[in-house]
């Protein structure tokens, strides 16, 4: 399945994005997808997923303030992310778990990738 992020940005603190996720498979809606992102000189970190279900989950930094969610009829899923800080500065990827429904926090567990929007907050 090939991936397609969009919506990233530079904004000020405060401000709000909305990432989108596009997928070219037909079965997307069942798979568990991920938004990580990777600021420079750090690793690569969980920011929230949606499993095949619909259960959402999130990194603590960012709980309250970003929504993930997904249309399935238009084979997307956002990351919604309000009340935006510098310390979100990163480039964030979309993932999907083919064929798995559960959701981890580990990039590893992910076989499809997007090739990342990147987000700069200014204080």
């Known amino acids: 399945v090939q991936l397609q992020a969009s919506g990233g940005g530079l904004v000020q603190a405060g401000d709000s994005l909305r990432l989108s996720c596009v997928s070219s498979?037909?079965?997307?809606?069942?798979?568990?997808t991920g938004w990580f992102r990777q600021a420079p000189g750090k690793e690569r970190e969980f920011v929230a997923g949606?499993?095949?279900?619909?259960?959402?989950y999130y990194a603590d930094s960012v709980k309250g303030r970003f929504t993930i969610s997904r249309d399935n009829a238009k084979n997307t899923v956002y990351l919604q992310m309000n009340s935006l800080k510098p310390d979100d500065t990163a480039v964030y990827y979309c993932?999907?778990?083919?064929?798995?429904?559960?959701?981890?926090?580990?990039?590893?567990?992910?076989?499809?990738w997007g090739q990342g929007t990147e987000v700069t907050v200014s204080s």
């Open positions: 993932a999907a778990r083919r064929f798995r429904a559960v959701v981890t926090r580990t990039p590893e567990d992910y076989e499809s």
């Open positions: 949606i499993s095949g279900s619909g259960t959402t």
């Open positions: 498979g037909p079965t997307f809606s069942t798979y568990a």
